[in-house]
């Protein structure tokens, strides 16, 4: 039964990276702790991730799973690793330059201008900020790291192959975004984006969950977007 099981998550998995633009962020029931242990986790994880620009197998495996409920988006992504780079640190801190890490990215109305970034490393430490860009594309943007996503959590654990991360991030504290003209989403809203990870590990690697045509401005092409979907 478990390889049965397993066969078919592989099988759902390449189906949807393969043949779809869209990604379901499911609706649940449940309570979801977030402690950086996956095992309350009852959604599908999609994977893996590829290299962000090619589209190429990537060295180390990153799989997400995207779930709701009322009040909060919910995001777990299971990292494999065999050598973790970064450290425990201040929030808010530039980790993306030298920590492991996994990102996402949203633009919630889709007009490639305004996007909320958060990063965590594997060992809990976040930031979050929202992104101006200056054209469709984003050949250029203003970075706002005062941005404070009040209440949202953040935690990593270090497994027997890498690092898990969970977040939680309440719709409450995105509606007092300014130009990013958030609204709590119901069953059918779809917002476009993107999630990351940064692998400095023996070979530095960006790796996305969808990859671009090219890596002309790196993670930062909201044009290329792709949806997400709140689903049942």
């Avoid at 986790?41 to 997400?64: M, N, R």
């Avoid at 909060?72 to 990292?79: G, Q, T």
């Avoid at 929030?91 to 919630?108: A, G, R």
């Avoid at 970034?117 to 979050?128: I, L, T």
């Amino acid at each position: 039964m478990k390889i049965s099981c397993l066969f078919y998550l592989v099988v759902f998995n390449f189906s949807l990276l393969s043949y779809s633009q869209t990604f379901p962020i499911h609706k649940i029931t449940n309570v979801i702790t977030i402690d950086g242990d996956l095992s309350d986790w009852k959604t599908p994880f999609i994977g893996p991730f590829v290299i962000h620009d090619s589209g190429l197998k990537a060295t180390q495996e990153t799989y997400v799973s995207l779930s709701w409920d009322n009040e909060n988006l919910y995001l777990a992504y299971r990292s494999k690793d065999s050598k973790i780079i970064g450290s425990a640190k201040k929030n808010d801190s530039q980790i993306f330059n030298t920590d492991d890490l996994v990102e996402f990215f949203m633009d919630p109305d889709g007009d490639s201008q305004n996007y909320i970034e958060v990063g965590v490393n594997a060992f809990s430490s976040n930031y979050d900020m929202i992104i101006h860009c200056v054209s469709p594309s984003c050949g250029g943007w203003d970075t706002d790291i005062s941005l404070d996503i009040v209440g949202m959590k953040t935690a990593s654990k270090i497994t027997s192959d890498g690092y898990n991360v969970e977040i939680k991030i309440p719709f409450s504290s995105l509606t007092s975004i300014k130009d990013a003209d958030f609204t709590t989403p119901i069953i059918g809203t779809k917002w476009k984006g993107n999630l990351f990870r940064i692998d400095y590990g023996n070979e530095t690697e960006y790796q996305a969950i969808s990859p671009y045509n090219d890596s002309k401005f790196g993670f930062h092409q909201p044009d290329q977007f792709k949806t997400f979907e709140f689903i049942e």
